[in-house]
């Protein structure tokens, strides 16, 4: 061989090898498409879908102004997720294995040999103007796929029995197992009809507050009505009965229903009416049911449905008042029994006050007028008596004998926050008078602000007792605010002593009219006065002064105090007098108001141990 031939053919399979390893092993093939049975589907365009089970009645679903409906064997609402869910296995539908014509060019009996001539299922698929035709013959001989062939195309598809398997056999798989669907129904009425007689509910509006206005005007229980009306939204069925309209209703309890539920518009139309009947023959946990709009018979839940059969009674409004999430009180009244004021709190120049009917305002204690108006709001109705809910449609001169007329022995009225240039709104005047010898251990109230409310309720004695009665129960607790640093001088009286000390610095107090004191006395000097700055009433008594009658006596312990607060000084002076009875080591004490008008209070046991903790010794 020629030795520069020999060269050539080394340099090319050299040049070769490289193009290889350097270029073509890094060139990746296409990744393999994925075929699909129907490659042209697109769920969200099919307008139509039509399945004809082996020796079933047909079953077509139709998008209907973007709704997916049931249209045979008959109309009923569909379950969408099943559907869609269908259409999107539909559209990923992809072959285990595609059997060409090839292959199937000398079998002579395809209908036969692979289940056409009688299939499991037929699909139709109506997508725009394109229709889509889907056999599914036989079960493969190992029994892991189902043959599947599109009407017009070349070949077999063998598919997963997983996808035959989804394909519904009957309506009952894709009807919606919702009975009822209240959701924007604009009824303001509901009619409850069973045995015991009708019950008539009404509001004026959508999401406005429900009154029961047959067989008696009462207020209702809104969180119970909306509660079963919740329920009846996801009442769920459990069985399809029937859909023959020509149905013996008398058989299943629905002619005459057992109980039905009509809802009707402003205009007293009728929009729906749910009829329940006789317990089912399968289950007595479930009752026959319908509604007027369909002739098919159901089962459902029986328990979702007994609260409407418990009468009038279990849909009163157990409260008194019940607070509407738009209203915000921003007063509180109290009269008494001769309709003078006993106490108004309301929002003066961004302060809550207290005024009482001498028309004396102080500062409220917050949190104990939110007590009250809670306590107001939560106070539920006890029984008028063994077998009434409350003495219904009581006379003007019947409420006199009741100690609600011609005023009450007491009443409260809640108004709303005042507006910009309006005057506050009422929300509610409640009304509480003498006992109900009735139901011992309660007291008649009424609702005197609702012309249309004509009831007298019990309410027990202990929720009402929990009620403020006086403005002196509302006054903020504490008494003085500042802190040591603002103490100038300070004062202790006791056992006929007195001993006073100037505050120069921190921790350092001198005895007047002289001594010496150390950095340890001063400390607790220091935490004496910061106690005295947050001294508060555990419970206010009222004006007075401080008398035996409060265990004060000539040797009582008494701190007076200057303090120096935003430039202005003040003299302020604490007395203490004896223990309250029963009150756990409280005591009572003493001290100078604003005004000058001396007001006992309730100090707490661990305020007056605080305040013996610091107090020194000697000089």
Not at 20 to 25: A, G, L, V
Not at 99 to 118: A, P, V, Y
Not at 258 to 272: G, I, W
Not at 300 to 324: C, E, I, K, M, Q
């Amino acid at each position: 061989m020629n030795p520069k031939n020999t060269w050539m053919l080394v340099l090319l399979a050299g040049g070769l090898f490289a193009f290889i390893y350097f270029f073509e092993r890094h060139i990746q093939p296409p990744p393999p498409v994925v075929a699909r049975v129907l490659p042209t589907l697109n769920a969200d365009e099919v307008t139509s879908i039509e399945i004809l089970p082996r020796d079933q009645f047909a079953i077509r679903v139709e998008r209907i102004n973007g709704v997916w409906q049931l249209t045979k064997p008959l109309a009923y609402p569909v379950s969408v997720p099943e559907v869609e869910n269908f259409l999107k296995s539909l559209e990923e539908l992809a072959p285990q294995r595609r059997i060409s014509m090839g292959e199937l060019q000398n079998n002579r009996n395809i209908g036969t040999n692979f289940g056409f001539d009688r299939p499991q299922a037929t699909i139709f698929i109506q997508q725009g103007d394109d229709q889509r035709q889907l056999e599914l013959g036989d079960v493969t001989a190992p029994g892991d796929g189902v043959y599947v062939r599109v009407v017009g195309v070349d070949g077999i598809d063998i598919i997963s029995t997983a996808f035959a398997a989804s394909v519904p056999t009957n309506a009952v798989s894709w009807r919606d197992t919702s009975f009822v669907n209240l959701q924007g129904l604009p009824f303001v009425e509901l009619d409850v009809t069973d045995a015991g007689g009708q019950l008539k509910f009404h509001r004026d509006d959508p999401g406005k507050p429900w009154g029961i206005i047959s067989p008696i005007q009462a207020r209702a229980d809104n969180e119970t009505i909306n509660h079963l009306l919740d329920q009846l939204q996801n009442l769920g069925v459990r069985q399809f009965v029937r859909d023959d309209t020509n149905a013996d209703l008398e058989s299943y309890g629905l002619e005459p229903a057992q109980l039905v539920l009509t809802f009707r518009d402003k205009n007293t139309n009728q929009l729906l009416s749910l009829q329940f009947g006789k317990s089912a023959a399968s289950d007595t946990n479930l009752v026959y049911a319908r509604t007027n709009s369909s002739s098919t018979i159901v089962a459902v839940p029986r328990d979702d449905l007994s609260l409407w059969s418990a009468g009038s009674s279990r849909f009163r409004d157990p409260h008194l008042y019940s607070l509407a999430i738009s209203d915000q009180p921003g007063a509180l009244e109290c009269y008494g029994p001769d309709g003078r004021t006993n106490f108004i709190v309301k929002m003066l120049n961004g302060t809550l006050m207290v005024v009482n009917g001498e028309g004396q305002g102080f500062p409220a204690e917050t949190n104990v007028v939110l007590a009250a108006i809670r306590d107001l709001v939560e106070m539920k109705v006890a029984p008028w008596s063994a077998d009434r809910f409350a003495d219904d449609a009581v006379a003007e001169p019947d409420l006199a004998g009741m100690g609600l007329s011609p005023n009450p022995l007491r009443r409260y009225v809640l108004r709303a926050a005042p507006e910009a240039g309006d005057a506050s709104r009422m929300l509610a005047q409640l009304d509480f008078g003498s006992p109900n010898t009735n139901n011992p251990g309660t007291i008649c109230a009424r609702r005197s602000d609702l012309s249309e409310d004509l009831s007298v309720y019990a309410i027990n004695d202990t929720d009402f007792n929990l009620l403020p009665s006086l403005a002196v129960q509302l006054r903020r607790h504490r008494i003085w605010d500042f802190d040591a640093t603002m103490v100038t001088n300070l004062q202790i009286q006791a056992n006929g002593q007195t001993r006073t000390w100037e505050h120069t610095k921190k921790y350092v107090w001198l005895p007047v009219p002289v001594g010496v004191t150390d950095q340890n006395k001063g400390m607790y000097m220091e935490n004496l006065a910061d106690n005295l700055g947050l001294l508060e009433a555990l419970a206010w008594v009222g004006p007075g002064e401080p008398t035996a009658e409060y265990g004060f006596t000539g040797n009582s312990l008494k701190i007076s105090l200057t303090v120096t607060k935003e430039g202005q000084s003040a003299n302020l002076t604490v007395t203490i007098g004896g223990p309250v009875t029963g009150g756990r080591g409280a005591c009572f004490a003493c001290t100078p108001m604003d005004n000058g008008q001396n007001w006992i209070f309730v100090l707490s046991a661990k305020d007056m141990d605080e305040l013996v903790t610091y107090l020194p010794t000697d000089n």
